[in-house]
């Protein structure tokens, strides 16, 4: 038997619903709503056949935890962009009106791969080589999304 779905929404998201569970995590919090501008998922036995999105955050402040210290900065306004990919989902987070992203996301059924680039530490206002570009991943993370998944 076939079944599949779809999701068509709009709205805000209210991260301070949220913070707790971010904190324990030890992810970055930040100030106010995301809007959501469009969402669209589709979903045929159990896997996304379409994925198209795109959110705003208006910026703010940041935090994030650095050691036994608290990070934080001031953000400009981001853009997040969702796109179906062939065998999963690519989320882009960027500066609204910027040209290099900020950080990146894929999420394939066997697992996700995050990458953060340098423009996201110089929106941080953090310290990194002047030899590093913009577009330089700093950051990489691959995790599968099932225990004893693989990549």
């Known amino acids: ?7 068509n929404a709009s709205g805000h998201l209210a991260v301070a619903e949220f913070e707790d569970l971010i904190r324990r995590s030890g992810g970055a919090v930040i100030e106010g709503d995301v809007t959501i501008d469009r969402l669209v998922l589709s979903w045929q036995d159990n896997r996304v056949t379409q994925a ?18 608290i990070g934080q900065a001031d953000f400009p306004p981001m853009l997040a962009t969702m796109d179906s990919t062939a065998d999963g989902v690519a989320l882009v987070i960027s500066e609204q009106g910027g040209d290099v992203p900020a950080a990146d ?13 340098k423009r996201m ?15 330089d991943v700093v950051f990489r993370v691959k995790q599968p999304l099932i225990p004893g998944g693989a990549l």
């Open 121 to 135: 530490i110089d929106l941080a206002d953090q310290p990194w080589p002047d030899s590093a570009n913009p577009s």
């Open 52 to 69: 198209d999105g795109v959110g705003r955050w208006a910026g703010g402040q940041v935090t994030w935890p650095m050691g036994n210290n």
């Open 105 to 117: 996301a894929e999420i394939r059924w066997n697992g996700m791969e995050l990458r953060v680039y």
């Open 1 to 7: 038997m076939c079944s599949s779905d779809l999701l």
